[in-house]
Structures are given as structure tokens and as C-alpha cells.
């Protein structure tokens, strides 16, 4: 019987069944970072999600049609998920934005604990050659190496073309997206609290000694945990390298490091080869909160050291960005009475229609009609 109300629901159904239309599709790593947004906007229909690799549920508010997604960790996990939620024939994503919001590590030459970054490049740190510090030679100060290159940011610079594998660039452009979010918010008075002033105190850059702000910097993906001197080194002459000055933008500036962000904008761009979305420039926004300094304070070893706020981080990720979710939601050029209807408005479940669709794929080929 349980088999067979799928097939009894689609017969019950009119012919047309309307899709999803998700106006802002939320994106976390994982779920405290989704959390705020799921309680408090709220996202309280859960859908089920078997072919993310994160929690296998989505969650959803059909009155403001804002779909919350967690991905799962790593490049892989937020590729995949991503990926498998732009092919659900469940939703039409092609005019909805994106906005990735999630905790990071933050460089302490640009930010302090509990900041906000939003994303302007993102940059790959993950198809790397690595030779081993005490084998590599000894002039080198890393042994993270390009792929295509025999020594540490080895010349020839990156051509375009090599560029284009290794870095995403948002909407930069006057007026665009990253500009509009960031003035919308870069006056947002962040809350500040005594842990973080104790341990900002200990550095020496002005900018992790300074209370906790909203700013713009690139952000670099690695699906490695790192922390260190060192690694930071790497990290900062990495985002250079990859967007010297003559780069759209300017010469890379590391904000946040983190493991998600090149592998969403990844998959948002084979989405938008096949139709599906309206692209990455176009359509999304990453920001960072910074739940922990990327290196520790001068002479203090990385291996003691690892203050990270959780909760601090994912209220400030929250904060800031509730208020550019509040105006996408407005932005015009998205009429819902032409682009498919809310579920709602249907008699049936998120969870049977999640069944039907599954039945009508099988069996009839996907058969959606919008409105
Ligand atoms: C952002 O603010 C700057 C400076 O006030 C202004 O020149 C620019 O037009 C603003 N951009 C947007 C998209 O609102
Ligand atoms: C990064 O570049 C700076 C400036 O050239 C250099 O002093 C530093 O040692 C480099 N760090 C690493 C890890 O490559």
C-alpha cells in the first residue's frame, strides 16, 4: 500500500504540477550555521533531500520561498549537494539568488574575531602539488606548489586561462552584488564580546586587534583544516598569485579561509550550462564569519593553540546576512505568479510531492509545468 500512494497521489493530481520557485536558496557547510536562519526566519518545512551530501533534508519557507541548504563539509560534499539540488526537478532555481553564509578563519592582517567578509574572488587551494617540508629544498618556503608548476607560485604568472580553473570572481562590477551587500550592511555594529577582546589583544596587525566589522576579501577554499604561521604565509602569497594585480579586482587580498566557497561557485556554473540557474556572478553571494584567527598570536605554537567561537560566529553570519536576504527578496525582476506557484497552494505535501515527482520521473519523463 505504502508503494502504491505515490501512484494514487499522481492520479488525484491534476495534470500540471506546479514546481518550487525559490526566491534566495540559503547555503551552510553544516548545521549550526543554518541553524538561526531555520528557527528565526523560520525555514520550517523540511523536505526531504536523499541525494545531498549533507543532512538529507531541505528546508523551506513557501510564504517568502526561501529554501535553507546544508551542503555537508569539503569542496566534495558542497559541489555534490549543490549540484543535486540544482537538478531537482522539484525546484526552479533559475531566478532565484544564492547566499552562501558560513564561519571561516580569519586573516588577522585583515579582520578580528566575529567579522564579517564578503567574498569578492574565490580562490582553489585544493588542486595543489605538496612536497613534504623536509624533503622539498631548502630555499622554498612552502611545499605547496601549483599543479602545473615546478617550484612555490613558479613563474610564468597563471595565464587567464589558468585562472579560470583556480578562481571565481562574484559580481564586482560597480553597482553589482558584492558592492550593493556590502554597503548594505557595512555599517551593521557587530556584537563584540570579552573573549574575543582577551585574545585579539595578544596580536600585534591593527586589524585583528579591532572590534569586529563587516568587510570585503577573497576567500580561499582548501578542504585541509589548517592553522599556522606558516600555512598563512602560503595562504596570503597563494591569493596573490592567483590574482595579481592585473587581475579584475586587483591583486588578491586573503580574508577568509575556509572549505566550501570555490566548489559552490563550481557547481552553480556547470548549473548554469545546463539552464538551471542564473550563474555565478549573477546570482551569488558568499560571506564569512570568522569563528577563529587563521594563525595563532606571534610566538605562540599552533598546536596549543585553537580558540574557536562557534555560536558568536554563526549569530554574526546571521546578522548580517538577514538584512540583503530581506531586500533580495524584494528585488524586482521576479514575478512568482509567472514563474510557478508555492507548494502551498497545492493539497498535497511537500513530502508526497517529493514521492509524485520521483513516480513521474520514472515513469513519464519529468512532466513540470510552471504556474
Ligand atoms: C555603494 O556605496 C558607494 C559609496 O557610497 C556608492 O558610490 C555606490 O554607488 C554604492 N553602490 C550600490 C550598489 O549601492
Ligand atoms: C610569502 O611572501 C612574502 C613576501 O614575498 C614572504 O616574505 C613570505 O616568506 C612568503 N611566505 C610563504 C610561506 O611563502
Not at 196 to 206: D, G, I, M, P, V
Not at 259 to 286: I, K, P, Q, T
Request: with cysteine; glycine share 8%; hydrophobic share 45%.
Amino acid at each position: 500500500m505504502r508503494r502504491l500512494l505515490p501512484l494514487l497521489l499522481l492520479l488525484l493530481l491534476p495534470p500540471s504540477v506546479a514546481q518550487l520557485v525559490p526566491r534566495v536558496v540559503l547555503v551552510a557547510a553544516f548545521p549550526p550555521e543554518l541553524e538561526r536562519w531555520i528557527e528565526r526566519l523560520p525555514l520550517s518545512e523540511e523536505l526531504p533531500f536523499p541525494a545531498g551530501a549533507g543532512p538529507q533534508v531541505l528546508h523551506w519557507n513557501s510564504d517568502l520561498q526561501i529554501l535553507g541548504l546544508v551542503t555537508g563539509q569539503t569542496s566534495k560534499s558542497a559541489a555534490m549537494s549543490v549540484t543535486a539540488l540544482g537538478h531537482d526537478p522539484r525546484f526552479d532555481l533559475r531566478h532565484a539568488f544564492w547566499l552562501f553564509a558560513g564561519i571561516a578563519g580569519v586573516d588577522p592582517e585583515l579582520g578580528s574575531l566575529g567579522s564579517v567578509t564578503w567574498g569578492r574572488r574565490l580562490v582553489d587551494g585544493t588542486a595543489v602539488k605538496f612536497l613534504d617540508a623536509r624533503e622539498m629544498p631548502q630555499d622554498w618556503l612552502t611545499g605547496w606548489l601549483p599543479l602545473h608548476r615546478d617550484k612555490p607560485y613558479g613563474l610564468p604568472i597563471p595565464s587567464v586561462a589558468e585562472q579560470k580553473d583556480m578562481v571565481w570572481t562574484l559580481d564586482l562590477h560597480p553597482g553589482g552584488l558584492v558592492e550593493w551587500a556590502f554597503n548594505l550592511t557595512q555599517h551593521i555594529k557587530l556584537p563584540d564580546h570579552k573573549a574575543f577582546a582577551s585574545l585579539r589583544e595578544k596580536y600585534t596587525a591593527a586589524p585583528a586587534r579591532a572590534p569586529p566589522r563587516v568587510q570585503l576579501g577573497d576567500t580561499l577554499s582548501t578542504d585541509v583544516f589548517w592553522t599556522g604561521s606558516w600555512s598563512a604565509g602560503w595562504a596570503r602569497n597563494w591569493t596573490k598569485y592567483w590574482l595579481p594585480a592585473e587581475s579584475f579586482g586587483g591583486q588578491g587580498r586573503l580574508g577568509t579561509s575556509a572549505m566550501e566557497d570555490f566548489a559552490v561557485a563550481e557547481a552553480l556554473a556547470a548549473l548554469h550550462r545546463a539552464g538551471l540557474v542564473s550563474g555565478v556572478a549573477a546570482a551569488l553571494l558568499v560571506l564569512r564569519s570568522a569563528s577563529n584567527f587563521m594563525e595563532p598570536p606571534a610566538k605562540q605554537s599552533p598546536v596549543a593553540y585553537m580558540d574557536f567561537f562557534l555560536n558568536e560566529a554563526c549569530e554574526a553570519a546571521y546578522l548580517v546576512g538577514l538584512p540583503v536576504v530581506k531586500e533580495l527578496l524584494q528585488r524586482p525582476g521576479f514575478a512568482p505568479s509567472t514563474r510557478g506557484v508555492a507548494l502551498k497552494d497545492r493539497s498535497v505535501s511537500t513530502a508526497e510531492f517529493y514521492q509524485v515527482a520521483q513516480v513521474q520521473r520514472g515513469t513519464h519523463g519529468v512532466r513540470y509545468f510552471v504556474g
